[in-house]
């Protein structure tokens, strides 16, 4: 595994949400862009959680068990936050971080994505493809 660091394949200036999303805003982020993880930010614009496409059904799932059955995406966005839905705290990597460590840690918490964070900053997203598509194998 390489010990280049992260910062020569991470997507820097990710598409990230706000407290303030709609569950149907974080439906359209996840349609109009390529993208399955989105970090979550602060008024201070720091990072407190991150959503995964993996994250939506459970929405539905969690809705449904407890005997509420939104009829519209309006409603939806009524009976949930993204505060609701997020991972908090993320798990942070920095962006000179290497690939071989990067890997590790998917490896290790079977996550897919990790926000990469500088000084407090959010500086991109590492993703799983990101290490598969500049591997050599």
Known sequence: MSNRP???IIT????VANTSTKFSQI???FTEFPVHHLPVMDDDNKLIGIVSTNDLPKVFLS???NGKTPG???ETDELVKITDIM???P???TSTDTIAKAAGIFADK?????PVVDNGVLVGILSMKDIVANTNF
């Open 6 to 8: 992260i910062s020569t």
């Open 12 to 15: 820097i200036n990710p598409v």
């Open 27 to 29: 439906l359209r982020l």
């Open 63 to 65: 809705l449904f068990n």
């Open 72 to 74: 519209s995406l309006a």
């Open 87 to 89: 991972t908090s705290n």
């Open 91 to 93: 798990v942070t990597i």
């Open 110 to 114: 079977k996550f897919l994505a990790l």
